[in-house]
């Protein structure tokens, strides 16, 4: 399988609005494609905020 991200999608996002689709690649057989959809609403966040994200998720990304 492969997650597909649609390029076009910026925060805000509202609830019910297609992100990314779910590429199923089965031997012989064209790949099935799944919607893959916001289950909540997604607010902009500030500059402040993305830099204080970036470093946690560094961070949290050197134990796992």
Do not use: H
Not at 15 to 38: H, T
Not at 49 to 61: H, P, Q, V
């Amino acid at each position: 399988y492969e997650i597909v991200v649609n390029k076009d999608v910026l925060a805000p996002i509202k609830r019910g609005s297609i992100v990314a689709q779910l590429k199923v690649n089965v031997p012989k057989e064209e790949p099935l494609y799944f919607a893959l959809i916001s289950v909540n609403d997604v607010n902009q966040v500030n500059f402040l905020m993305r830099f204080f994200y970036m470093i946690y998720n560094f961070i949290l990304g050197l134990f796992i």
